[in-house]
Structure formats: structure tokens, C-alpha cells
């Protein structure tokens, strides 16, 4: 029988085991790992579900909690896919005694039939809907088990060209190992949301990506990658976190005024050489829009990451639970009102 605790925190040894467990499995997202979430989610409250058969974890899940609304992203981790349905319906019930109206959950395990049919399972138990939306996720992954030559053999005849031109123009990369580097990545990331008239996503760049350099050092979990001018001025960058066997793109940015070089271009062909130096086997590019048909931005986003030639992977569409149906309903209502006016601005 499975028992479960909930909480706000964990305790030094939760945290030590959740981090173990996280270690565990090949195929998760770093969003589940307590550290990073507790830099990334600094503006919202964490709630934290530990799962147990006979006093052993078999699953957790990170949770993001505000005004009622529950979301959970790339969870819940388990031992066993089979654990998946009675974790989802105590989170469930969890959630519907503390009046809740919105719980979303997408999934960190891919689309497949197994996992469709854990889904139908649930809804036999629960009801909810999905979205057709933006809140879908989806990626591009590139393989980098074989040597980086025929790797990048695989990449498209610009994206090969524009590596080429990179180097051509005298842009180097290097590690950004001093705070000094870090705190000009972060404010490389914010001149990018500036000129693009963007809410940035973090409440606090400068702090965060400081705490997230703490985190990618100390725990040996991936680097941050500086491209350099021919002068040696910082002009981008790629924040790489390890998650399983893979290297995941989570940030990356570029001077404004130097967006006709290719940057991220070079930046990309040397994380493959770095990661595969320390035994990832997949390169992830991070998100993927299936709905960029009517938005140019995304496909420009879309089209650079094909011509990487990797795999797309496709994740269970996002979940929706509304535990309280009638502030469910309400909450989902001012979430797409939000939406639109921060698109217009």
C-alpha cells in the first residue's frame, strides 16, 4: 500500500533522498531535481509529494502552487510506470481537500501506448481534459553517441555553412567559470527579452543564474557556455544542465546587435564535444512548437533546431484537473485573459 507525505520544504535527508532518487533514473527532467526548483520557482510556493511502499520512496513529483492552482511539470517520477494512476489520484483527492481549482500535469515520460493507456486508466478514476495549447511540450534530441565528425555530418548544409562562417569570424567558446562571466550571461539574457519586448521568466536573473552556476558546479550537473567575439566581448551564450544520460539546453541568449552571427550555431557543435567528454548520450535542444503554423518566431525556433537533424519527441498532452469545478473554471478563464494581454504587450 502506498502512503504519502506532503510539505512545503524537505528536511536535509528528504532532499538528500529525493536527489538520490533523481540520480536513479536515465530519461527525467531537471525540473523535478529540489534544487534547481527551488532557484527556478522562486516567486511561487513548492509543495512537495514523497511516495512510499513499506517505508521505501518509489516516486515524488515538484510542484508549483499559486492562487489555487497546481501545476506539475515532467511529473510525477516513479519506480515503476505502473505507480503512475494511484500517484496521480492522491494527488488528486491532496489537492481537492485544499480547494483547489486548476491541477496540471504534464507528464515527464514520452507518448507512448503504455503510457496512453495509464491516462485512460486515469480517467476512468477522474476526469479532466487536455490541451490543445502552447502548454504541450515537446523537443528535439540529438544523439551523440558516435564521433562529433559524423555527427555533424548529420546537420543541415546551412546549419554546417554557419558553423563554418563562426569560426570564420573569429568566434571562440569557453566555459564562463568566474561570477564575473555569469552575471554578463544574465544581463546577455535579459537585453534578449528587452529588445524582444518579452516578460522575462526569471523574477531575478542575475541571482538565479548565480544560484543555478553554484548548482551545475558543485553537483557536477552541466556548465554554462560563453561564445566570444574576435575582441573576446561576451556576445552569447548556453546554460547545458544534465538530466539522466542528457544534456539539456534550459537558457541560452545573444546580443541583439549581433544576431546575423551564428551563434548558437558554434555554441551547440562544442556542447556535443563537451557533453560527450562526460558520458551524455543525447544533446536536448529543449521546446518544440507544434502550434508555430501562425507565428514566425517559433518557426524560426522550429527550423534552427531541425537542422540539427535529431529526433523529436512528443510528450502526453498536459493534463487538466479541476478539483474544485467552478473556481477551476474561473481560474482557467483569468489564465488565458493573462495570456493575451501579456501577448500584446
Not at 527525467?28 to 521505501?56: D, T, V
Not at 481549482?101 to 501506448?113: C, H, P
Request: include cysteine.
Amino acid at each position: 500500500m502506498i502512503s504519502y507525505k506532503y510539505a512545503n520544504s524537505l528536511s536535509k535527508e528528504e532532499e538528500s533522498d529525493v536527489i538520490t532518487f533523481f540520480n536513479t533514473v536515465n530519461h527525467i527532467s531537471i525540473s523535478q531535481h529540489p534544487l534547481w526548483a527551488k532557484c527556478i520557482e522562486r516567486n511561487k510556493e513548492l509543495g512537495y509529494f514523497l511516495f512510499y511502499i513499506n517505508r521505501k520512496l518509489v516516486g515524488y513529483c515538484i510542484c508549483t502552487e499559486k492562487l489555487r492552482f497546481a501545476n506539475i511539470h515532467m511529473g510525477p517520477i516513479v519506480s515503476k510506470n505502473e505507480l503512475l494512476v494511484e500517484l496521480i489520484e492522491i494527488i488528486y483527492k491532496h489537492y481537492r481537500k485544499l480547494n483547489f481549482g486548476l491541477l496540471n500535469i504534464q507528464l515527464g515520460m514520452l507518448d507512448t501506448e503504455e503510457v496512453k493507456a495509464y491516462t485512460d486508466s486515469v480517467r476512468k478514476k477522474i476526469n479532466y481534459s487536455t490541451s490543445n495549447g502552447i502548454l504541450n511540450w515537446s523537443s528535439v534530441r540529438i544523439n551523440i553517441l558516435s564521433n562529433q565528425e559524423d555527427i555533424v555530418k548529420s546537420f543541415s548544409t546551412n546549419h554546417k555553412r554557419s558553423i563554418k562562417k563562426a569560426i570564420g569570424n573569429g568566434l571562440t567558446t569557453r566555459k564562463l567559470m568566474e561570477m564575473e562571466d555569469v552575471v554578463q550571461f544574465s544581463e546577455l539574457y535579459e537585453s534578449l527579452y528587452a529588445h524582444r519586448k518579452l516578460i522575462s521568466p526569471l523574477a531575478d536573473s542575475t541571482a538565479q543564474f548565480h544560484e543555478l552556476y553554484q548548482l551545475l558546479k558543485n553537483e557536477n550537473r552541466g556548465f554554462i557556455l560563453g561564445v566570444l567575439n574576435e575582441n573576446e566581448l561576451l556576445i552569447g551564450g548556453v546554460c547545458i544542465v544534465y538530466q539522466g544520460n542528457t544534456a539539456f539546453y534550459s537558457y541560452g541568449a545573444s546580443l541583439p546587435e549581433y544576431r546575423k552571427l551564428p551563434i548558437l550555431h558554434l555554441a551547440f557543435h562544442e556542447v556535443i564535444g563537451l557533453a560527450k567528454k562526460d558520458g551524455m548520450d543525447f544533446l536536448d535542444l529543449g521546446g518544440y512548437s507544434n502550434r508555430a503554423a501562425d507565428d514566425d518566431q517559433l518557426k524560426g525556433i522550429n527550423r534552427f533546431k531541425d537542422g540539427f537533424n535529431g529526433e523529436k519527441l512528443n510528450y502526453p498532452k498536459v493534463l487538466i484537473f479541476k478539483p474544485k469545478k467552478m473556481l477551476g473554471y474561473l481560474l482557467s478563464a483569468l489564465r488565458k485573459l493573462n495570456s493575451s494581454w501579456n501577448r500584446r504587450r
